[in-house]
């Protein structure tokens, strides 16, 4: 049974007790990430993210790794546009230590100077990174194109230029004003008791009941029809897509079928034709993003410079075809619907993601979802509901295109 609380200070906690594993996922969900930033401190939630590895002002860097690595657990984190979550998982006997260092962690930190400089260089070798691995700087830059003058258009990781010129006290300011208790998800899944870890968190975490700043985002404005950035690649990479629903829309789940038979496995139109039939990509495949007021539903393939207008002929082609031949057929939206349930049971079989599918529900959605409610949702969809999408998202919207290669494509 799934037990929920809020504690006095505002803070979050859910957590699923299962008597059947011998380990405990805990995750903090903190309702910032990278759309919370000003352009010239762009990168800050990230950059806050490694900081806070760095240590609190009892325990070193080393002394946070061995605490957890030393009983056979892990501790990572990951920064979204939208949030930033840190994740421990620990054998069940040493559920304690877990909440003690994640708490620790994430509203302790220290700031050392001389650990700020030092990770700054880290960033921005992690940026270089990025800039040199063409399958990740073409989704980048899609982002920045789809969204023109918006927080959800700029890098995660922010510009070598805002990092470097990110001061100590900003990021401290950030993490006091947005770091808080009423901003935060308790997540937790496993061998567990959960009056008892309510009662850790309740002892650990801070009591402050202050509020996060209001988002003051820009307006929407409309979207690049395309960006390039040339490059002595051996490959072309290709995003092309368009606009879709926000995270909570009541279209979602259409649309997550309706992307599962454009580009969601081996099975799919991108696959088939892309790669088996006509051998133009080795990776080929469709995805969507959803934010709380918008989203996007994109295609992505590497290609040969050569071959890489004819594959993006094919990209378009398969979203015409989607528009103009009545949908999907009755096998693919039996097998996209069969798909998407499985994996959505089977992907919870470990204690860390059904504690990522607590976290994730509970910051995003306000609640957990029920799975058997969620799988007769996605069940429900029909041709009805997929026409309805993509006549809603894809007939009359302009396509965004995006591509990091060795020329412009014609």
């Known amino acids: 049974m799934i037990v929920t609380s ?12 299962l008597d059947s594993v011998r380990s405990v996922s805990l995750g903090a969900w903190v309702g910032t990430g990278a759309r919370d930033e000003s352009d010239e401190r762009s990168g800050t939630s990230h950059f806050l993210e490694h900081l806070l590895f760095k240590g609190t002002p009892t325990r070193t860097a080393r002394d946070v790794a061995d605490a957890i690595e030393s009983i056979g657990g892990e501790f990572n984190a990951f920064t979204t546009q939208e949030q930033t979550v840190f994740y421990v998982r620990v054998p069940d006997a040493h559920l304690e230590r877990a909440v003690d260092v994640l708490c620790d962690v994430v509203w302790n930190p220290a700031f050392r100077d001389d650990e700020v400089d030092v990770e700054r260089e880290v960033i921005l070798e992690e940026i270089g ?13 899609f982002g920045e194109a789809m969204y023109p003058s918006h927080p959800l258009g700029r890098p995660v990781l922010g510009t070598r230029a805002s990092i470097l010129s990110m001061p100590r006290a900003s990021i401290a300011e950030f993490h006091r004003s947005h770091y808080l208790p009423s901003n935060t998800v308790v997540a937790a899944a496993g061998n567990l008791d959960a009056d008892h870890l309510i009662e850790l968190l309740a002892s650990r975490a801070p009591q ?12 929407f404005v409309p979207a690049a ?10 490959q072309a990479h290709i995003v092309v897509g368009v606009p879709a629903v926000a995270i909570a829309d009541p279209d979602r789940y259409a649309l ?9 496995g081996m099975s799919s ?25 918008t989203g996007f539903l994109a295609m992505y393939a590497a290609t040969s410079a050569e071959r890489a207008d004819e594959t993006l002929a094919v990209l378009h082609e398969q979203l015409d075809r989607l528009i103009n031949d009545g949908g999907v057929t009755d096998d693919e939206l039996t097998s996209a619907k069969g798909s998407l349930t499985g994996s959505m049971l089977m ?42 999408v993509i006549d809603r998202l894809l007939r009359s919207a302009d396509r965004t295109l995006a591509v990091v290669g060795p020329t412009p494509l014609h």
């Not at 402050?208 to 209001?214: D, I, K, L, M, V």
């Not at 993601?353 to 409610?373: H, I, N, S, T």
């Not at 996605?378 to 041709?383: N, T």
């Open 6 to 17: 809020t504690l006095e200070s505002g803070l979050r906690v859910v957590a699923e007790p």
């Open 129 to 141: 990174m990025r800039d040199d691995t063409p399958d990740d700087l073409v989704h980048e830059m």
């Open 208 to 219: 402050s009941n202050a509020t996060r700043p209001t988002r003051n985002d820009p307006a």
């Open 225 to 234: 029809s395309e960006t390039f950035i040339e490059r002595d690649n051996e």
């Open 256 to 264: 997550t079928v309706l992307n599962h038979v454009l580009g969601g």
């Open 269 to 293: 139109r991108l696959f088939q034709e892309v790669r088996e039939d006509r051998g133009l990509a080795y990776s080929v495949y469709s995805y969507r993003a959803a934010f709380i007021d």
């Open 347 to 388: 992907g919870l079989e470990t204690s860390a993601a059904r504690m990522r599918r607590l976290g994730r529900d509970v910051l995003v959605e306000g609640a957990v979802q029920d799975l058997d409610d969620l799988v007769a949702k996605v069940e429900a969809v029909d041709h009805a509901a997929i026409g309805a």
